[in-house]
Nanobody, 124 residues
Framework: QVQVVESGGGLVQAGGSLRLSCTVS????????MGWFRQAPGKEREGVSC????????YYADSVKGRFNISRINAKNTLYLQMNSLKPEDTAMYYC?????????????????WGQGTQVTVSS
C-alpha cells in the first residue's frame, strides 16, 4: 500500500537546474528519514542526499555538495531535490528512498521503499 512517486526529471544542458519531487503515501511520512539515490549505466547505485525526519540531519555526496539541496515538507508528504549547476556526470536514474539511515558520513537504504525513478540527462 506504500507508494513512492518521483517526478521532475528531464533533459537539461550543463549548468542548468532541475527540481525533483517525491510524493509518498501509505505511511506516516513525517516519521521516516528520506533520501535520493542515483544509478548510471554500468555503475552501482549511490547515495546522493538524505534528510532525517526532523530535517536536522542531512547527508550529501561529495560530488554534489554546494550544488544540490535536499528539503522536505512533511505536511505535504513530499521530498525535494534542487539540483543546480548540473554536470554531464550527474546523468543517471534518480530514485527516491522512503526510510533511510544517516550515520556519520554515509546514508544507508536497507529496507527502503523505492520509487520507480526519474531520468535526469545532462548534455554538454
Amino acid at each position: 500500500q506504500v507508494q513512492v512517486v518521483e517526478s521532475g526529471g528531464g533533459l537539461v544542458q550543463a549548468g542548468g537546474s532541475l527540481r525533483l519531487s517525491c510524493t509518498v503515501s501509505g505511511l506516516t511520512f513525517g516519521t521516516y528519514n528520506m533520501g535520493w539515490f542515483r544509478q548510471a549505466p554500468g555503475k552501482e547505485r549511490e547515495g546522493v542526499s538524505c534528510i532525517s525526519w526532523n530535517i536536522y540531519n542531512t547527508y550529501y555526496a561529495d560530488s554534489v555538495k554546494g550544488r544540490f539541496n535536499i528539503s522536505r515538507i512533511n505536511a505535504k508528504n513530499t521530498l525535494y531535490l534542487q539540483m543546480n549547476s548540473l554536470k554531464p556526470e550527474d546523468t543517471a536514474m534518480y530514485y527516491c528512498a522512503a526510510r533511510t539511515s544517516i550515520r556519520d558520513r554515509a546514508c544507508f537504504s536497507r529496507d527502503a521503499y523505492w520509487g520507480q525513478g526519474t531520468q535526469v540527462t545532462v548534455s554538454s
